[in-house]
């Protein structure tokens, strides 16, 4: 059974930074591209970066560009999502998710996935 778990979210000054973390298990991970994905109150579930399972290939909403990074540690079978210069609009619950994907249009959609971690706050105060 395949299990992600999420952690390193919180409240935090604009312009301030958080790194999240998502630890899977029941899957050989360094076989899976990763997601983040954000939903703020209200909004649909939108889409802040991917990497490649061979884990030099990366994207990013243009909203998060030269803020975030996303990188992973295949041998921790661990996920990162590095948040800096955060601002209050990146006030979201954010979501890890993984599957077999390679293709970019795919990436970037949620419906894509089929595992998904369980959410962690991320609260940016002004």
């Known amino acids: 059974q395949v299990h992600l778990v999420e952690s390193g979210g919180g409240l935090v000054q604009g312009g301030g930074s958080l790194r999240l973390s998502c630890t899977a298990s029941?899957?050989?991970?360094?076989?899976?591209?990763m997601g983040w994905f954000r939903q703020a109150p209200g909004q649909e579930r939108e889409f802040v970066a991917a990497?490649?399972?061979?884990?030099?290939?990366?994207y990013y909403a243009e909203s998060v560009k030269d803020r975030f990074t996303i990188s992973r540690d295949n041998g921790r079978s661990t996920g990162y999502l590095q948040m800096n210069s955060l601002k209050p609009e990146d006030t979201a619950v954010y979501y890890c998710?993984?599957?077999?994907?390679?293709?970019?249009?795919?990436?970037?959609?949620?419906?894509?996935?089929?595992?998904w971690g369980q959410g962690t706050q991320v609260t940016v105060s002004s």
């Open positions: 998710a993984i599957d077999l994907l390679n293709n970019y249009h795919r990436l970037i959609r949620a419906d894509s996935y089929r595992y």
């Open positions: 029941g899957v050989i991970f360094m076989n899976y591209s």
């Open positions: 990497i490649l399972w061979i884990g030099e290939t990366t």
